[in-house]
């Protein structure tokens, strides 16, 4: 899963982080297709939230993909994506170590793998061995995640909405 975000090096106006401060939030919130229709879409009831400060942080420590633009039909902006790993359903954490991290799966128990490791970028487990788990939990992460925003340090919150495992702003 990531999220990915397109941004003009020669726009200030159409950074990534334009008009956002460090003490804003991006709201994550999976959506499943459940009919034909354009209006037929579920949220699920899971949103879990990051700092703007810790996107930030990420991009200047280069833990993120930069795609350039191939020319003008893109407008000339660059692709900036944050890889994180979600539970493709619910479980238990069984096992993490420095490669990967492995869950148990509660319908069948069979054990899910998921690599620490994407285009070259390290993402930190943020899950604990025993912990259990709720589909579209994310667990390794170049960036903190939480489940909540704390209520003294509110700014603003962005909604993004995945297509398909895509975030969007």
Not at 6 to 31: I, K, M, Q
Not at 42 to 58: C, E, F, G, M, P
Not at 77 to 87: G, K, Q
Not at 95 to 103: E, G, P, V, W, Y
Request: glycine residues 4%.
């Amino acid at each position: 899963m990531t999220i990915s975000i397109s941004h003009s090096e020669v726009s200030p106006t159409r950074g990534w982080n334009y008009g956002l401060t460090d003490d804003d939030y991006t709201a994550l919130v999976f959506c499943s297709r459940t009919g034909e229709k354009p209006i037929d879409w579920q949220a699920d009831n899971l949103v879990q939230y990051i700092k703007v400060s810790d996107l930030r942080t990420a991009y200047k420590s280069n833990r993120v993909i930069i795609e350039k633009p191939k020319g003008s039909q893109e407008g000339f902006e660059t692709r900036i994506t944050w890889t994180y790993a979600v539970a493709s359903s619910d479980g238990k954490v069984t096992n993490i170590d420095k490669n990967r991290i492995q869950f148990r799966r509660k319908t069948d128990s069979r054990i899910i793998t998921l690599q620490l490791t994407r285009n070259s970028i390290h993402i930190e487990p943020i899950v604990t061995i025993g912990e259990n788990i709720q589909k579209n939990k994310i667990l390794t992460s170049v960036t903190k995640v939480s489940l909540a925003v704390p209520i003294k340090s509110i700014g603003r919150i962005f909604l993004c909405v995945p297509v398909q495992q895509q975030f969007c702003r």
